[in-house]
């Protein structure tokens, strides 16, 4: 994984810089005490993982990180407790509060590489599961398991065997890059579905036990491949 930090304490950089060094799997590209230089860096370089602080001069690191359109996985490093709820609301892969020790530190990359590995797998190597963020934590939930996947407001609801279910803010679009396509079809603009779960279908909807699943006029046309 490449990674940057972002700190506006030099010698907190020197920590991270230290911890990073022993960590065969992160390359630390590259340190900056200006946020704004990150930001720079993160417009031309490819970057997987940030380690950010939240407690900056000019710009907060939650503030910087909603800025991003299409940021990396993050793992705030910070003083303060304060901001922790916050951090994993915005889907935040740790939250390290300093003075952070080296167990502590990979801990936090070793969770970051796990999901790492999961998003970058390729499609002839189907993955058996996927982590969801459910809370404050990282569910793994197996890909057998889910029945059907429905968003619901600001929430996305994935619909599991043994009538479980896990709720989270991930998107329906993020998921579609998750899960592999052949096993997985978008049937409505708020719903995706397991092939394998299928009972029945028709133009109109789709049936999984006694779900009944509308079909989206635009998404007619993925019946073909169920």
């Not at 001069?57 to 939650?62: A, K, R």
């Not at 304060?82 to 609301?89: G, L, Y």
């Not at 978008?186 to 079909?215: C, E, L, S, Y």
Request: hydrophobic share 45%; with cysteine; charged share 25%.
């Amino acid at each position: 994984m490449i990674a940057i930090a972002i700190d506006d304490e030099p010698i907190a950089l020197d920590i991270i810089r230290s911890h990073a060094s022993k960590v065969p799997f992160v390359e630390l590209a590259a340190v900056f005490t200006n946020a704004f230089d990150g930001m720079a860096y993160l417009q031309q370089n490819k970057v997987d993982l940030i380690f950010l602080d939240i407690k900056m001069p000019d710009i907060s690191g939650i503030d910087f990180l909603k800025s991003l359109s299409n940021a990396p996985m993050v793992v705030f490093t910070t003083a303060y407790t304060e901001h922790a709820v916050q951090s994993f609301e915005l889907d935040a892969i740790d939250y390290l509060l300093k003075p952070f020790s080296l167990s502590r530190f990979l801990k936090a990359c070793n969770k970051a590489q796990e999901l790492f590995s999961l998003r970058n797998q390729t499609k002839d190597k189907k993955p058996e599961s996927i982590f969801i963020k459910d809370g404050y934590e990282q569910v793994r939930v197996l890909l057998d398991e889910i029945l059907y996947i429905e968003a619901s407001g600001n929430y996305t609801q994935l619909h599991l065997t043994a009538e479980r279910m896990i709720s989270s803010r991930i998107t329906l679009n993020e998921l579609t890059e998750l899960l592999p396509d052949t096993d997985f079809i978008r049937v409505h603009r708020a719903f995706i579905v397991a092939k394998n779960k299928v009972d029945r279908f028709d133009r109109a909807q789709v049936v999984i036990g006694t779900k009944q699943i509308p079909i989206g006029s635009i998404y007619v046309q993925n019946l073909k491949l169920l």
